[in-house]
DNA sequence: TTCCATTAAAGAAAAATTTCTCTAATGATT
DNA sequence: AATCATTAGAGAAATTTTTCTTTAATGGAA
């Protein structure tokens, strides 16, 4: 079977996963005043192995000295700038529902490189509010709207069912890349990259664990 | 180093994040009435390999059927109950800013078996507020109302910096599982279950992919 | 009925990721 | 100044996850 979406000996998305807690960790260190870290102090706050996180840094220009660590300062910078939170993005949102509300009023996302400029819907009830000056249109006006603004990312809060008509149209106004909040698995070329978060995968995990416990106490 | 949290020779986590996808095909196919369904069908959909999707279905216990496939109702049910979307949590919400209130919106979660039923925060703007009939107390009540309700979960969605805070609260009025919307990795004891779910970690994953193919297309 | 194509399932092989081991460097202590 | 303890970093080993291979079963076509 030929692979969807080859990776190109880039970075390991594990190590993007984990990037984020130790740019959190580097920001309260830096909010402390605390000059330097170790990797030692980086994987005891994160509960993984010391060498897990030098060769998670070693994927970025940051070195550390030894027996000091790494500059909490350069480590904030080095990773924001790594993670591309520091570029803007402009984004558009289809499925103003609850998720979808729901991250229209997250301004964590803006501080986060995100952008997200429209909202579309086919809901008539929400067509024309604003949540977050982020202003809800009918989807028909997607096509319009696309080639005023320079949106590469599309985000995807639509019933299951309704994602890969959302997504087909996504692709057809020429975004790049599609972050899917649905549990279905949309469809589409090579070249587009598509990012899938299912907050219920991560319930079932937490499900998986508390149900076994329940059954299985050892 | 000690493993944390040793896994039970459980099913792999890469399994369960992909169980809710095959359910939301299965409840597709079910809508629209087809009865069986084979690996090869359900592969082609995920864009992963058929083998990937028996052994990941050989966790439940459900057996198809050669050369017909599975059978698409008992699909739904086994994964359903297997992922404990059929038995109902009860669950805390600390942090009703922008992310917490959004989700606080999201009715799909009741669907999935979790049960929000108190959100607390500290600052009095939201306290006494209602989001989908679920209301806002001040974080000092929560002692009083995990006593009352029989709440297994705890979500965290306030700031990074007082995730752990948060976390230590929980613990001590008795909460098993904790889902961590914050970047923080926070400390808890061996037998309390943590699930940090960073939307901002995705977001970091699609930046990469799309500022990658900016530089070196190829 | 007989054969064929398709399928689930089990086990082996390969690939990816994490953990372990070792080395060199250097700030702090004596 | 000399020694020691701690650290980053590189590469090897182990583990986990995915993919490949093989086998057995069976519905449908000839």
Redesign the pocket.
Known sequence: ?V?SSK?IQGV????IRRMPSYLAFAEGLLRKGQQF?????IANYMN????????D??YTTI????????EVKALVDVLSEFLGFTIMDNAFLVGAGSLGSALLHDSGLSHFGLNIVAAFDVNSSTIGKKFNDIEVFHIDQFRDLSQEMNVVMGIITVPAENAQTVADLMVAWGIKAIWNFTPARIKVPEDIIVQNTTLYSNLAIIFNKLHNDRKEVL
């Open positions: 079977m692979q990776k390991p998305e594990p190590t870290v170790s990797s030692t102090q993984i192995d010391p060498t897990q996180v030098t060769k840094l070693s070195v550390g000295k030894t027996r000091v660590g790494y």
